[in-house]
Each structure stands twice: as structure tokens, then as C-alpha cells.
């Protein structure tokens, strides 16, 4: 009964490559997010959907394609990974009632490791 | 520039001693959030106090925020070594639909 569950934990992939991270959700959020965390532990938000309609794009290159089939998922497919891109990638979900932001939850994290 | 800084940016104490954590932001904010992330794990959410509290408890955990000097503390109380992790301040903007996380402090308590 994982609340925000991602998939897979641990990727490591050559550079050039694609890949995709799967999130999904089971709390009835409306809101989703993809944030990175460096190695100094910053985290950076990314992308946030909002029944599956992109609300929040941050400066983030293009190669970074966030896709909601639903609005418990938010899947982000990465092109042509760079050794830049490796770093811990968190998936979240929330409740967003007008103005009043909620807590967010937040799942366990992939770890992208790119050679 | 981030909108929440904390500081000291790593604390070290005993167990059965307080921890005290600070969270600074710039812009006007309608709450504040203090989440922990242990190692490898994700960040879980501790406390969120609205900007019209001064002060909210939750177990061993206090916060309290002065909005006339945009700052937040979070104090431990009595703490144990399983609180060994990073703690993070963070800031909605005022639609919303984003939270702003501090740069965190590593709190390491020792046996």
C-alpha cells in the first residue's frame, strides 16, 4: 500500500542513451511532481502536473519529457543522457486546494547513474 | 536565488540532547513546511504551520515562525540516534502550485 511508488530504484546507463522513470500515485492527488537532487543534496523541482495538465516547467532541457496518462501517474523520459543528468530523481504528489498548498509525498527516489 | 536557507548546515550532538535548526525565506508565504529525509530514502513530510501560527508541536518536534523576520526554527527535543538525517525547510509560492526546499541541515546524532 506504497502511497508514491517509482520505478526502478536504480538506473545506471551509458551516456547517449534513453530511458524512462515510472511514478504512480494511490492517494487521489491532483498535483505531481519531478524533482532532482544533486549530490549536494539541492533539490530542484522540475515539473509539476495538475490533472495531467503541465503547470510547472522549469528551466530544464528539452531531452526532460514529463508524460501523465493519468492523473496517478507522472512518467519523465529522458533523451541522450548526459554524464550531467546522474542524480537522485524524486517523484511527489499533493493536494493543491485553491491558493493553500499541502504536504507533499514523496517517493523513494531513483538514483541515475550515467557513464 | 533558494528561497528557504537553513542553517547550521550540518549539526552534530549526543543523543538526549536538543537540535535546533533554522529556515530563512524572502518572499511572503501563507506556510511553511519542515520535512526529514533519511539517507537514500525520500523526504517525508514533519510539519507544516500556517503563516497566522507562531508556534506548533508535534511529538518531540516544535516549530515556530516569525513572518515579520521571515524565519522558521525547528527544535528536536530529547533527541535519539534513530533522527540522524537532513531536514528541510520549504516555502509554497503564493498560487500554490510549487514548494521551494532549503538547502537542509544534516543533523547527525551520535550514541
Known amino acids: 500500500d506504497t502511497a508514491v511508488s517509482q520505478t526502478p530504484k536504480y538506473l545506471v546507463t551509458q551516456m547517449g542513451n534513453d530511458k524512462s522513470i515510472k511514478c504512480e500515485q494511490n492517494l487521489g492527488h491532483d498535483t505531481m511532481y519531478w524533482y532532482k537532487q544533486d549530490s549536494k543534496k539541492f533539490l530542484k523541482i522540475m515539473f509539476s502536473?495538475?490533472?495531467?495538465?503541465?503547470?510547472i516547467n522549469e528551466t530544464v532541457p528539452n531531452r526532460f519529457s514529463p508524460k501523465s496518462p493519468d492523473k496517478a501517474h507522472l512518467n519523465l523520459h529522458i533523451n541522450s543522457l548526459e554524464l550531467g543528468d546522474s542524480a537522485v530523481y524524486f517523484c511527489?504528489?499533493?493536494?493543491?486546494?485553491?491558493?493553500?498548498?499541502?504536504?507533499?509525498?514523496f517517493g523513494p527516489g531513483t538514483r541515475l547513474t550515467v557513464t | 536565488s533558494q528561497q528557504g536557507e537553513e542553517d547550521p548546515q550540518a549539526l552534530s550532538i549526543q543523543e538526549g540532547e536538543n537540535a535546533t535548526m533554522n529556515c530563512s525565506y524572502k518572499?511572503?508565504?501563507?506556510?511553511l513546511q519542515w520535512y526529514r529525509q533519511n539517507s537514500g530514502r525520500g523526504l517525508v513530510h514533519l510539519i507544516l504551520?500556517?503563516?497566522?501560527?507562531r508556534e506548533k508541536h508535534s511529538g518531540r518536534l516544535r516549530v515556530t515562525l516569525d513572518t515579520s523576520k521571515k524565519s522558521s526554527s525547528l527544535l528536536i527535543t530529547a533527541s535519539r540516534a534513530a533522527d540522524t538525517a537532513s531536514y528541510f525547510c520549504a516555502t509554497p509560492n503564493l498560487s500554490g502550485s510549487r514548494l521551494t526546499f532549503g538547502e537542509g541541515t544534516q543533523l547527525t546524532v551520535n550514541p
Open positions: 511527489a504528489s499533493s493536494d493543491v486546494r485553491g491558493f493553500l498548498s499541502y504536504e507533499q509525498y
Open positions: 504551520i500556517r503563516s497566522n501560527e
Open positions: 502536473y495538475n490533472n495531467k495538465e503541465l503547470i
Open positions: 518572499t511572503s508565504i501563507n506556510n
